[in-house]
């Protein structure tokens, strides 16, 4: 049937309709001066969203991700730097986020042609909803979890003075672009002559880790490592490598080992089941990309038991756009009362947001405090460090309301000594194996 196009008679009534209501005009007239957020911002809860937290951890000055889509490289090495201050006995520490980023690309593009290469000799059609899917998503900056750790386990990490950001680390977007046109000019010879595939990937590889090197700099491979602690005593560890680095001032933490939890809503996921992104990863040989899917109050009480118990910042995933006061740091699910100002029922729950695209994972934080009630179970609000830099907000530190975590966070990462024994056994079990489009495969950016 053809769409019923959109009359003169249908818009006069629109306009009526609108012209009928004073509170239409009212709003019309505040939104168009003062913006919709000025205008839905909800005063008794933005004004009552306490910043105080029973259990705090002090992770320091926040970092700046800037123009680039890394927060989940900002987000984990956040966790990492934590522990490595501690293990150094440094008060300000920072690990390179370029460095994380220069490996991941070079990884990330030979994960994409060492897959897209089985595709096309697989006989997958170059118009089909996978290649173009993964044509679209190809050289972004987002990521996971355990994407990044894969990068650690393989390279380790730097201090950030000994490979600092640059011009392109700062600001991906052009270095993208470049990389993107490489990798889909490849597919296209791929395509035209499959019996030139192994040869389009090396030369396209070596082409790729050139123009990486050009825009990010050259990694170091090794370096002497000094340093003056917290209470002014001079340290030495002559020349040590990125891998000896992290394996020595991170690597008691085993944050390798740590299981994401995500809260998948939608009713044919079951809870307690293994999920995973069919060609979601970074690289090749690396873990694979999968998640227990548990209830999200499981979740909380394991964030809360780490920040209370252990003391250590927990990395999350979550939807962080909606109901957020970007500018004082806040998050609550009645911060906007943006059906009142439009008059609109916004009624959708989370497994509905997630079916009909409303809503996925794009953003990755840390947690760093939480307010525990009386009964020291009951979790009131939450502490995040973002990687926003420290204009904004509580010096770059928000605050999460509870009811917001339950709608809007999607995934936390913890040690597997924390699941019980039925979660521990789903671990071994085969993955519910879900498409590269799916939602649950969203990356934080």
Not at 157 to 173: M, Q, R
Not at 403 to 420: G, H
Request: glycine share 6%; aromatic share 10%.
């Amino acid at each position: 049937m053809a769409a019923e196009p959109l009359s003169q008679d249908t818009l006069n009534t629109l306009r009526e309709h609108f012209a009928g209501s004073d509170t239409n005009r009212l709003m019309m007239n505040a939104v168009t001066a003062a913006g919709i957020n000025q205008v839905a911002k909800n005063y008794d809860r933005a004004r009552l969203l306490q910043r105080r937290f029973s259990v705090t951890v002090d992770n320091g000055e926040v970092t700046a991700q800037n123009r680039s889509g890394r927060c989940w490289l900002f987000s984990s090495l956040n966790v990492a730097r934590f522990v490595a201050k501690r293990n150094l006995g440094l008060k300000e520490f920072e690990f390179s986020q370029n460095y994380a980023m220069y490996y991941d690309k070079l990884e990330r593009l030979n994960y994409f042609l060492q897959d897209v290469a089985e595709l096309v000799r697989a006989g997958e059609p170059n118009d089909s909803r996978l290649i173009q899917h993964l044509l679209s998503d190809v050289m972004g900056d987002g990521g996971q979890w355990t994407m990044a750790m894969n990068v650690y386990k393989k390279y380790g990490a730097v201090p950030k003075d000994l490979f600092p950001e640059t011009a392109s680390s700062g600001n991906t977007g052009e270095m993208n672009v470049q990389l993107r046109r490489l990798l889909h000019t490849a597919v296209a010879h791929m395509y035209a002559d499959q019996s030139a595939i192994d040869d389009i990937v090396a030369k396209t590889r070596e082409a790729g880790h050139r123009i990486l090197t050009i825009h990010l700099g050259e990694p170091p491979v090794s370096f002497d490592w000094e340093w003056t602690d917290k209470d002014g005593e001079f340290h030495r560890d002559g020349e040590i490598t990125p891998q000896q680095f992290w394996a020595k001032y991170v690597g008691d933490a085993d944050l390798e080992s740590y299981v994401c939890l995500v809260d998948d809503p939608r009713k044919e996921h079951p809870k307690g089941r293994k999920i995973a992104i069919e060609h979601l990863g970074n690289v090749a040989g690396g873990d694979p990309t999968e998640y227990l899917n548990v209830p999200v109050q499981f979740m909380k009480d394991c964030v809360r038991d780490i920040l209370s118990e252990q003391g250590i910042p927990v990395w999350f995933g979550a939807d962080c756009h909606p109901m957020m006061d970007r500018e004082s740091g806040a998050w609550a699910t009645d911060l906007f009362e943006y059906g009142r100002v439009y008059d609109v029922d916004f009624d959708l729950d989370k497994e509905e947001r997630v079916r009909f695209a409303d809503s996925a994972m794009n953003h990755a934080m840390a947690f760093v405090g939480v307010d525990v009630a009386d009964d020291g179970k009951t979790t009131r609000r939450w502490r995040v460090e973002n990687s926003w830099g420290s204009k904004i907000a509580d010096k770059g530190y928000f605050t999460m309301s509870d009811d917001w975590f339950s709608e809007y966070v999607y995934e936390v990462a913890v040690p597997k000594a924390m699941l019980p024994a039925e979660y521990q056994a789903a671990l071994a079990e085969p993955a519910i194996s879900l498409p590269a489009w799916d939602p649950m495969g969203a990356l934080a950016k």
